[in-house]
C-alpha cells in the first residue's frame, strides 16, 4: 500500500490523535450542543490535520506553508472552544490538562514545520 508524505509527517499523527481525543470528549457535551459546540469543535479539529495533508502535496513551499498556517489557526480555533467547553463544565479538568498539553506540543511542532518550509524556499 502506498504511503502519502504526510502520513510520515509527526505532527500530522500527531493532530490527527487529537482530533480523536477531541471526538472523544465531546460525546459528553450536552444533546442539545450536537449540532453547537459539538459540531465546531470538530470541524476545526478536523481541519488542522487536513490541511497539514493538504499543504504537503502542495508544489511551491510557499503554499504550503499557507496551508500550515491555516492549519495552526484551526488549531487555537479548537483550543478557543475546548476552553468555553470547560467553562461550561462541559470538560472536566484532567481531561483539559491533557488535551493542553498536547495543543501546546502540536503548536509548537506545526510552527516549526512552517518556518522550517518557508526557509526551504
Same mark, same amino acid.
Given at each position: 500500500? !502506498? @504511503?502519502?508524505? &504526510? #502520513?510520515? $509527517?509527526?505532527?500530522?499523527? $500527531?493532530?490527527?490523535? $487529537? +482530533?480523536?481525543?477531541?471526538? @472523544?470528549?465531546?460525546?459528553? &457535551?450536552?444533546? =442539545? #450542543?450536537?449540532?453547537?459546540m459539538?459540531?465546531?469543535?470538530?470541524?476545526?479539529?478536523? =481541519?488542522?490535520?487536513?490541511?497539514? +495533508?493538504?499543504? =504537503? *502535496?502542495?508544489?511551491?513551499?510557499?503554499?504550503? %506553508?499557507? &496551508?500550515? *498556517?491555516? +492549519? !495552526?489557526?484551526?488549531l487555537?480555533? +479548537?483550543?478557543?472552544?475546548?476552553l468555553?467547553?470547560? #467553562? /461550561?463544565?462541559?470538560?472536566?479538568?484532567?481531561?483539559?490538562? %491533557?488535551?493542553?498539553?498536547? &495543543?501546546?506540543?502540536? *503548536?509548537?511542532?506545526?510552527?516549526? /514545520?512552517?518556518?522550517?518550509?518557508?526557509?526551504? =524556499?
Amino acid at each position: 500500500m !502506498y @504511503t502519502y508524505s &504526510f #502520513e510520515n $509527517l509527526r505532527v500530522w499523527n $500527531l493532530s490527527k490523535q $487529537l +482530533a480523536v481525543k477531541i471526538y @472523544t470528549v465531546t460525546k459528553s &457535551f450536552p444533546d =442539545s #450542543e450536537k449540532y453547537g459546540m459539538a459540531s465546531q469543535v470538530k470541524r476545526a479539529i478536523i =481541519s488542522v490535520c487536513s490541511n497539514i +495533508a493538504e499543504g =504537503s *502535496t502542495r508544489k511551491s513551499k510557499k503554499d504550503q %506553508a499557507h &496551508f500550515y *498556517t491555516i +492549519a !495552526y489557526g484551526s488549531l487555537v480555533e +479548537a483550543l478557543n472552544q475546548i476552553l468555553i467547553a470547560y #467553562e /461550561l463544565k462541559w470538560i472536566k479538568q484532567e481531561d483539559l490538562v %491533557a488535551l493542553r498539553e498536547d &495543543f501546546e506540543f502540536i *503548536t509548537s511542532r506545526l510552527n516549526t /514545520l512552517r518556518n522550517s518550509t518557508l526557509s526551504d =524556499s
